[in-house]
């Protein structure tokens, strides 16, 4: 007989393990399938999807250890700190990325088992109905289920003709991986996992060409933050060139060569290693959706509503297999109004106030909407922008670039959208995140007090410069 559960999640990852263990919080008999996507050394399938196995987590672990290796080489000195002879040892700097990374999705089944929920080892796919039940095949099984949640995630979007093997050309997975640092390293598509895993290995002292096809640097943040953030990326060392038509790209024992053209004609980048960061697609060919009917659009994503559902009752989908930034925590909200929506409660999920991060130097941050967005839709607003220049905490750390801007409404205050380029800018933008929720005013985030001294006394700032009152710039 077949198990039966009250809500199946296919797929472990930010989205499907939270909504897992939010439903079997709220008293659903609750399984999780997992496929071996990404197996531990034991060949057994890990949680955690993309994000804690190839992904979020162990990208910012490689960027803090690159982090620490350029400041003792170039920022000690000036506090007086006298270091000789620094040098990294990848391998080790790669065996504490794994470390955290089997910490991490170990701890996902230790709360599995303590939330109860039935872990399903298996690749899954929908097979057939059975009355108001879903059929679905994981592995060599077959469950039964009255909800299902989709939450398989992305994969790498690659390029015809140029063959990932994830050792000379790689992907997000191989670029994790490197057993050495490149003498020269090409990157095609500067968004935010080439530019991340750019600046990881510059900072380790190759020689990074990014190749970015949009003519436009960074085009989905505030241009005032793209401008600030090329500006200071190619004072770090990384080449950057947008604009590009990518041509042919060949692997010969010397490494690879690209061919592309810019603004100036021809040319080609001869690299040791290429990573391949051109965007994600939805992980849904292997779904088998036609066997009970799910709506699939053209891109590859499941279709949902506002709140996460199919064409299918009872069948709901979340995170980069829908529509919207394929960001882990934008999956994991949604996985969690999903679970109470089942729960008949008053599930939400506010897309409007979703942060972004890119995790480079200094971070980039940002919620709500740009200053271009704000022209092109006709809304009219009041500008606050403050450098961290004006902030003793900042000068203090050493590294004072970047600026936060506050973008209210001109005639109700609203704040309508923050963004953040300088130091810990991804800590920074919760409190606007949270002001944001709750409907706030730029005099709302001007009239709170903040500690002295720190670094969120600019955003406070640039409240305050919203209607031109700033006190310390």
């Known amino acids: ?122 690749h899954a796919s929908f097979s057939g109905k059975e009355g108001e039940l879903y059929k679905v095949k994981v592995g060599e099984e077959e469950v039964l289920a009255k909800h299902v949640i989709i939450a398989t995630g992305s994969k790498p979007r690659h390029l015809d003709g140029i063959p990932v093997d994830n050792k000379v050309i790689c992907d997000n997975v191989g670029a994790l991986d490197f057993d050495a640092a490149p003498k020269r390293l090409g990157v095609i598509g500067a968004g935010v996992i080439g530019l991340e895993m750019g600046s990881v290995w510059r900072r380790l002292g190759t020689d990074v060409t990014v190749l970015e ?24 060392g990384l080449k950057i060139t947008t604009g590009i038509k990518l041509g042919k790209v060949s692997v010969a024992k010397k490494g690879v060569t690209v061919e592309y053209e810019d603004k100036d004609g021809a040319k080609k980048l001869e690299c040791d290693k290429l990573i391949v960061s051109v965007g994600r697609i939805p992980n849904t060919d292997g779904l088998n959706g036609d066997a009970v009917g799910l709506k699939i659009n053209e891109r590859g994503q499941v279709e949902v509503n506002g709140h996460c559902q199919t064409n299918l009752p009872n069948v709901w989908a979340v995170g980069d297999v829908v529509r919207g930034p394929m960001l882990a925590h934008k999956a994991s909200e949604e996985g969690v109004m999903v679970a109470e929506l089942i729960a008949g409660q008053s599930g939400h999920c506010d897309f409007n106030t979703i942060p972004g991060v890119v995790y480079t130097h200094p971070e980039i941050a940002w919620v709500g909407k740009t200053e271009q967005q704000l022209k092109a839709e006709g809304i009219a607003y009041k500008p606050g922008k403050v450098p961290f220049l004006a902030s003793g905490r900042a000068l203090g750390h050493g590294d004072a670039s970047g600026f936060v801007k506050v973008l209210a409404d001109a005639k109700t205050d609203r704040i309508l959208g923050v963004h953040i380029i300088g130091n810990n800018a991804s800590e920074l933008i919760a409190e606007a995140v949270v002001t944001m929720e709750f409907a706030g005013a730029s005099e709302d985030l001007g009239r709170i007090c903040h500690a002295h001294p720190t670094l969120s006394e600019i955003v406070h700032e640039a409240a305050l410069a919203c209607d031109k009152r700033s006190l310390h710039f």
């Open 213 to 236: 096809a949009a003519p436009d640097f960074l085009p989905f943040v505030d241009q005032d933050i793209s401008k600030e953030a090329l500006k200071l990326f190619t004072k770090q």
């Open 1 to 122: 007989m077949s198990k039966q559960f009250d809500v199946l999640v296919i797929g472990g990852g930010p989205g499907g393990y939270v909504a897992a263990i939010r439903a079997a919080q709220l008293g659903f008999n609750t399984a999780c399938a997992e496929s071996n996507a990404y197996a531990d050394p034991k060949g057994e399938p890990r949680l955690g999807g993309t994000c804690l196995n190839v992904g979020c987590i162990p990208s910012k672990a490689l960027l803090r250890s690159s982090e620490l290796f350029e400041e003792a080489n170039h920022s000690f000195a000036m506090h007086g700190i006298s270091a000789k002879g620094v040098a990294i040892d990848v391998p080790t700097m790669i065996g504490r990325k794994n470390t955290i990374v089997t910490q991490l999705t170990g701890g996902i089944r230790g709360l599995f088992k303590k939330n109860k929920v039935t872990g399903l080892n298996g």
